[in-house]
């Protein structure tokens, strides 16, 4: 007979996947990032979630990140900026990794607890959005990304976010970027509870201000943040959920899916193919080498670049319209006054799809 949990186990390098007491636990260990996942997180959660189903001594699974400051701030940008939008096809091969990890959430059969120890943003929110139940700590917070940085954030959230708070709320947070604070979170469904975490002097406080929470966060004047009231409430959801029939579980996860799957399935595979191809355009090559470099992004001089006759929002140089009357090199840049193969100079009206004479593609 197959024991299923002792399939082929994938090493972990980026997650951290501990058992005991019926109970799952599978962390997103890169604190260093902010538990942004990478191409091989997203292999490994992919695995955990498996491993984690398969076993018949797990009865629940809780999902976290490392750490204080983040439960997943989404895909690695610097990785995006340094891979993807140098070779955008091989993005559709990510989404295809993307999409395996969160139906590994969905179809797990058991149920998944959001430990929201930091901020759920980008892909992170869609990741909490994937799970059963969450619960956040009071000096984190959710909110998208994606328009900010030259992506869509339809990994999941275009897709949930109208099913969780409804179609303006949704419009709101996924155009707006603005971070929906832990009890606005609460009284929009997107978290079932909100737990204190931050301390002063060894006392929680409730309703931290934000000037408290950012101390906190800093150690400054008798400050903290403390995740034991978030063990606390997660560990109380376990053990009841522990005291549910198994069977009886998973089938009312697969059918309090329904809404959920729908929406994923009509148009993930969609999202895979489009993400792929914008990743060749510019607003992702400004947008997230801006990320990189800590600057703001140029998005009024992609506004005013594709307002201008002269201009294009989709080329950083303009158009492939040039071609050199020297060596024969096409789609050469619009903008471009020289050659970049043999130095030439070029003519305004230098088309690059003229194809009289001898003026081959050579580059």
């Known amino acids: 007979l197959m024991t299923f949990e002792q ?8 997650v951290r996947y501990t058992k005991a007491d019926w109970v799952a636990r599978i962390t997103i260990d890169r604190p260093e990032a902010y538990n942004a996942y990478s191409t091989r997180t997203l292999i490994e959660l992919a695995a955990a979630f498996r491993e984690a189903s398969f076993d018949d001594e797990v009865a629940v699974i809780v999902f976290t990140g490392s750490g204080q400051s983040a439960f997943c701030t989404g895909g690695d940008v610097k990785e995006y900026e340094r891979v993807y939008t140098k070779s955008p096809h091989d993005y559709w091969k990510y989404m295809g990794l993307f999409s395996a990890y969160i139906e590994s959430i969905l179809n797990c059969g058991k149920p998944v607890i959001g430990r929201l120890n930091g901020m759920a943003v980008g892909g992170g929110n869609e990741s909490h959005l994937a799970c059963d139940l969450s619960v956040i700590a009071e000096h984190a917070y959710v909110g998208q990304v994606g328009t900010k940085v030259g992506s869509v954030a339809a990994g999941g959230a275009t897709q949930w976010l109208p099913i969780f708070v409804g179609d303006r709320r949704a419009r709101w947070m996924l155009m707006l970027n603005r971070p929906v604070l832990p009890y606005q979170a609460l009284e929009w469904g997107l978290v079932n509870e909100v737990v204190p975490s931050v301390m002063k002097d060894g006392e929680f406080i409730v309703h931290a201000t934000p000037e408290q929470i950012t101390k906190a966060k800093k150690g400054q004047d008798g400050y903290s943040i403390d995740l034991s009231r978030l063990d606390e409430a997660v560990d109380s959801i376990v053990k009841d959920l522990i005291d549910q029939f198994p069977e009886c579980t998973r089938y009312t996860k697969q059918q309090v899916n329904f809404w959920k799957d729908l929406a994923w399935h009509q148009t993930v595979g969609h999202a895979r193919d489009w993400l792929s191809i914008h990743y060749s355009s510019f607003e992702p090559i400004e947008g997230m080498n801006a990320f990189v470099e800590k600057r703001k992004p140029g998005i009024k001089m992609l506004r005013e670049s594709a307002a201008s006759p002269d201009g294009s929002s989709e080329f950083p140089w303009g158009s492939y319209a040039k071609s050199c009357p020297e060596c024969g090199a096409r789609f050469i840049p619009s903008q471009f006054g020289y050659c970049g193969q043999c130095g030439k100079a070029l003519e305004e009206d ?14």
Request: proline share 5%; aromatic share 10%.
């Open 7 to 14: 399939l082929p186990a994938v090493e972990y390098t980026e």
């Open 350 to 363: 230098s088309s690059a799809f003229d194809t009289s004479g001898d003026n081959t593609a050579k580059g």
